[in-house]
Structures are given as structure tokens and as C-alpha cells.
């Protein structure tokens, strides 16, 4: 795979990689990697670049998005946080019930909170909190996060208990996507050397609330 670098004023540097194995041009944004853009194998960069180029809205309202979430430079603006809370309280229920229905977990109430010292929690009365910031994260770091709180319904404390059952849900929930392919190399089972829910936590701290 070879690599080279363009610079656009607006986004700054961008990858440009070349790979065999993809069938056209993609581009992707990442919080941390940053912008890349993937060409197949004849095809020139200079098509990525104008595909890139094509794209350049969206790419940098992601890319404020994700700064946003960082909560670095770019805070929230009260706007922003009303679109957030609506998108949460739209999609975060449906999702908690979801993941709480398969693996046969009950609580009591949900609330969408909007605050910097966490992404959830879970009370002694089993009531489940989410932070609404949490639709500024990648899909599998938001059920991550249900699946932590989740698993707080039945030990309210990070003990062993607690990680090997958060351990199994995440192995089995992630089994089969990319997510365990960068983790644990034994798709669907639990590879103890690395466990896919301690590479999710990581992962999740370099966001902002983490
Ligand atoms: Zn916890």
C-alpha cells in the first residue's frame, strides 16, 4: 500500500493511499487519523483528490462535529445541543431497548443528560443515564457504553464480575465486524490478551467525555 499526502487550506493534510483490495473511491474521517482518502488500485490520486474535493462539505461539518466532541477548541453551541438531544432522544431508547431485550436486562427509566463528567451511568435504583454527546461518538462506542451501564444492572461496582460479564456481551455484540477484527483476532470469542471491551474503553477515551 503506498501513501501520499495533499494539503486542502480548509481540511489540512489528507491521506491519499492506494489499495488493492477496494473497488472505489472512498474517504474516510477520523477523530484522530484525520482525513484519508482510499483509491483503487488504477486508479490516479488525482481523481481521489477530486472526489475529495466533491465531498469537501460534509467533510468538514464531520470534522467539526468531531471536534465538537472532543470538546477542545470548538465547544457545542446551545443550537447544536438542542439538534443533539433531539437526535438522542430519538435514537438512544430504541437502542438501550434493544440491547437490553437480547440480553434479557430490565431498568427502570432512561434519561438523556447533557453534561462533561461522563457518558452514562446506572443508579442503585436502576435508573440508566445517557449523555447526549454520545451521538458525536462512532455507533459501536455508543453501544458500548449501553452495554457498560447495562451490565451495571447486575453488579452496581467495576469488579471482576462486572468485566467478564461486559466482556462476554461485547464479544458476542461486536462478533463478526470490524471492530473485533482490530481487536481480538478469534472472531466472537474472547481473546485474553486483549479484551475487546478494554479496546473499546480505549478507544472511547479519546473522545470527550471519556
Ligand atoms: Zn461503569
Redesign the pocket.
Known amino acids: 500500500m503506498d501513501e501520499k499526502i495533499y494539503r486542502d487550506d480548509d481540511i489540512g493534510d489528507i491521506v491519499l493511499r492506494r489499495n488493492a483490495r477496494s473497488r472505489r473511491v472512498s474517504v474516510r474521517v477520523h477523530p484522530v487519523r484525520g482525513v484519508t482518502v482510499t483509491v483503487p488500485y488504477l486508479v490516479p490520486y488525482s481523481a481521489g483528490i477530486r472526489f475529495l474535493l466533491s465531498k469537501k462539505k460534509w467533510v468538514l461539518s464531520v470534522m467539526a462535529r468531531q471536534k465538537a466532541a472532543f470538546g477542545t477548541a470548538a465547544p457545542v453551541s446551545p443550537e447544536q445541543t438542542e439538534t443533539l438531544r433531539c437526535e438522542a432522544r430519538e435514537y438512544l431508547p430504541r437502542r438501550l431497548a434493544a440491547l437490553a431485550s437480547r440480553y434479557g436486562f430490565e431498568y427502570n427509566r432512561l434519561a438523556i443528560k447533557d453534561n462533561r463528567s461522563n457518558w452514562g451511568?446506572?443508579s442503585s435504583k436502576n435508573n440508566i443515564n445517557l449523555n447526549l454527546r454520545l451521538m458525536l461518538v462512532p455507533e459501536h462506542l455508543r453501544d458500548y457504553v449501553m452495554l457498560?451501564?447495562l451490565c451495571?444492572l447486575r453488579y452496581h461496582d467495576?469488579g471482576p464480575a462486572?468485566h467478564a460479564l461486559l466482556e462476554r456481551l461485547c464479544a458476542d455484540w461486536f462478533a463478526g465486524s470490524s471492530v473485533l477484527s482490530g481487536t481480538s483476532r478469534t472472531s466472537g470469542s474472547v481473546n485474553p490478551s486483549f479484551p475487546v471491551s478494554k479496546a473499546l474503553e480505549k478507544e472511547l477515551r479519546t473522545y470527550h467525555p471519556a
Open positions: 451511568s446506572c457498560h451501564e451495571h467495576h462486572f
